[in-house]
């Protein structure tokens, strides 16, 4: 859709805030029953009908007394398809392919903690038989960031004793300007405990040398993949009480797309392996996607757009590839 509407209705490509809103246990959420015309920075000379579903979801409205298979999908915003039309997202694929109802939960910035929580909210609405978790590895640090796009999230974190607590948003967080307040501190001191580990992601920052990838930082984010490994558990045990299939989709971070890297101390799929043995440990089942993506993938005819969000080709390679592994599992029988 190329036709730019009235500027009354049209809004440029701020995802991350114009279709949110505070959500007291998740930290935000999609305003329901919202519609916009939005032209995105990857796409400038085109606009898109965005609208959120009854529930503030991305979606086509859920059916009620829908007694099938559901399939549930939730991630982050390459779940929620910025800059892509709604029918090419990959739950919507999904659907088209299984003819099984497929949800799409996912929303922009969405960190693993919050889909955590998420599934176990809003699970009962949808009662899934399968759960597909998006997971961008880059994206992964998402729990250690308390406070995003102007909101607080909730987070997990270890006791004096080690073990996992949930750190609830606080009852102050309804005031924006508390939350501003508030999130200045977690912002502080998230930069205080980076300044310490010899991390730096203000001036200066290179998504070529992210310390993510950086094996001489590992030390620094060890304790991130030990929160994580905790949150797989939970979602492993939710899922396993609740005879629910559970499935990651780990997709491919925009620096394997190119230039290669150019130290042996430098490898861009690090967070996508540290993942995918979690993973294994606590035998959830994943598809890594990069391998499909990067072959499908030329400069003329790309699967990610410049910042490295998927496109609609990226989309149909996702849909594809989870819909004929749901089909090899029998999870849709």
């Known amino acids: 859709m190329s036709l730019i509407p009235p500027k009354h209705y049209a809004i440029k490509g701020d995802s991350d805030t114009t279709f949110y809103q505070f959500h007291p246990t998740l930290g935000f959420w999609g305003i329901p029953n919202m519609e916009r015309m939005v032209c995105f920075p990857q796409r400038k000379d085109t606009y898109l009908r965005i609208s959120h579903n009854e529930h503030g979801n991305r979606d086509k409205p859920f059916p009620r007394g829908n007694t099938g298979k559901t399939i549930v999908c939730i991630g982050g915003s390459h779940t929620w398809g910025g800059a892509v039309e709604q029918q090419l997202r990959y739950p919507d694929l999904i659907e088209q392919y299984t003819k099984k109802t497929t949800v799409n939960l996912g929303h922009c910035s969405l960190g693993l903690d919050q889909a955590c929580l998420a599934l176990m909210q809003m699970s009962p609405i949808y009662s ?3 759960i597909i978790i998006e997971q961008y590895p880059w994206a992964i640090h998402r729990v250690l960031n308390n406070y995003v796009n ?9 006791d004096s004793e080690n073990n996992i607590t949930l750190k609830k948003i606080p009852a102050l967080a309804y005031n924006k300007l508390a939350r501003k307040a508030i999130g200045s501190f977690y912002q502080y001191r998230k930069e205080l405990f980076e300044h310490m580990a010899g991390i730096n992601l203000k001036d200066g920052y290179s998504p070529q040398m992210d310390p993510i990838f950086l094996y001489w930082k590992t030390q620094y984010y060890n304790p991130m993949y030990d929160l994580v490994d905790k949150l797989l558990g939970i979602i492993r045990a939710f899922c396993s009480q609740n005879n629910i299939n559970l499935m990651f989709a780990l997709g491919a971070t925009a620096q394997l797309f190119g230039p290669a890297s150019t130290s042996a101390l430098i490898d861009y799929e690090l967070p996508q392996k540290k993942l995918s043995q979690l993973l294994e440990r606590h035998e959830i089942h994943h598809v890594n996607m ?7 993938h030329t400069q ?3 699967v990610i757009f410049g910042d490295g969000h998927i496109n609609a080709k990226g989309h149909a390679i996702f849909g594809t590839i989870l819909s004929n592994e749901l089909g090899k599992l029998g999870w849709l029988n």
């Not at 102007?150 to 270890?158: A, I, K, T, V």
Request: glycine share 4%; hydrophobic share 40%.
């Open 290 to 296: 990069a391998p499909a993506m990067l072959a499908e």
């Open 128 to 130: 899934p038989s399968v």
């Open 300 to 302: 003329q005819d790309p």
């Open 150 to 158: 102007g909101y607080l999230r909730p987070h997990f974190y270890f």
